[in-house]
């Protein structure tokens, strides 16, 4: 069926054949690709990459999707040979990825040596079962030494992620997006100094370092005006703060450990210099899980960014109707809103919202427990996404928060 494909469609340029049971002479029948996914595809082995080096079937493949296919070994080299226009590649959840495997791609001197500034490399892991776990600072060296023209770079959820090999990813001159959530093991403060230090720090405007729980506040200080972090539990308030005056448009500080005071004025702070005051510009504010914030927290959101055009609250437990009312009072241009898990919301709230629909086209209201079917439903006409649900949100917030 591959083989009537590709000679019936001489000028297909994509093809995704990810989770079907292609075998290596489906690969021998591919020609004048620029995107391929073989994503979960397990059927197909490393001599079915040998058609790359001696054909010129994949000379003009620049994506490539390998993720679980953990039968890909000394396949990696001849991909590195056969695909010289090559500049996005994807090896998500691949326990057998090894630094063998990584380093046999830089075996020549054409392997993975022509990224150009488009160039994008992901190794992330979506589940724990099929963590990267076998990718050290080994693989982290020669990968970045040899790609200077780096520009992406996925490593989500990589345990062998250290400071040192942030100190590799830093030589990156061209490196625009980083994301390394959840490498919580080894990531720490100097592994983020060597990035603010890097060759990269002007070109980097993307980093994710959710859930790296040995990232403190000594780190925002150092990235605070660019960059932000979520699920970082040593997160506080003095590091947040450093936000202020930017001209930043989203917030996300889900599941971090912040106050009420962080967006409100109060006498006991120098200069009354507070978050919301400086940061007028916020259009997306995420503070889901954030125990702590009450609805003076909200109020502030609403009285000074009034351009707010999504708020996530989700998991807070300690929002009320007033935060509800305060909102809708002040931000006239929402959006969407995720109040999902702030049992103390009633019917009374959804009174409100209806006052901004339109602009509200999308609410999401699960695990409300104190809101009824009837005044959910009467709202759902009014928008384009609605999701409701009256279950018990401990079972499902605290855990969420928690992973």
Known sequence: MIQRITEGCPCLLYLNLSSTLVTDHSLKAIFSLQYLSLAHCRRFTDEGFLCLTTEKGARNLTHLNLSECSQVTNGFRYISAGCPSLTEVVINDMPTLSDSCVLVSFLFPQHFRCYTKDTYWSVKTRQKKHSNNQITDVSWQALCSHSQGLCRLQAADCPGMTDDSLRYVASLKSLKY?????????VADAGIKCLTDGSSTDELHHLSISRCCLVTDNS????????????????????????????????????????????????????????????????????????????????????????????????????????????????????????????????????????????????????????????????????????????????????????
């Not at 980083?178 to 080894?186: H, K, Q, Y």
């Not at 935060?323 to 019917?347: H, I, K, P």
């Open 220 to 403: 925002v200080r150092r990235i605070a005006r660019r960059y932000l972090a979520r699920y970082c539990e040593r997160l506080t308030d003095p590091a947040v703060e450093l936000l202020s005056g930017s001209s930043i448009c989203s917030l996300d500080l889900s599941g971090c450990n912040i106050q009420d005071q962080l967006f409100i004025i109060t006498s006991h702070v120098p200069f009354g210099q507070k978050l919301c005051k400086n940061t007028r510009d916020l259009e997306h504010v995420d503070v889901s899980h954030c125990v702590a914030l009450s609805d003076a927290a909200i109020r502030a959101v609403s009285f000074y960014c009034r351009g707010l055009l999504t708020l996530k609250m989700s998991g807070c437990p300690k929002m009320s109707d007033m935060a509800v009312l305060y909102l809708t009072s002040g931000s006239q241009y929402l959006r969407e809103l995720d109040m999902s898990g702030c049992t103390l919301l009633t019917d009374r709230s959804l009174r409100h919202l209806k006052r901004i629909c339109p602009p509200l086209t999308s609410i999401r209201m699960t695990c409300c427990s104190s809101i009824s079917w009837a005044a959910a439903i009467k709202l759902q006409a009014r928008v384009s996404h609605w999701e409701y649900s009256n279950f018990n949100p401990s079972s499902c917030f605290d855990c969420s928060a928690n992973q």
């Open 178 to 186: 980083l994301d390394i959530s959840l490498c919580s093991r080894w």
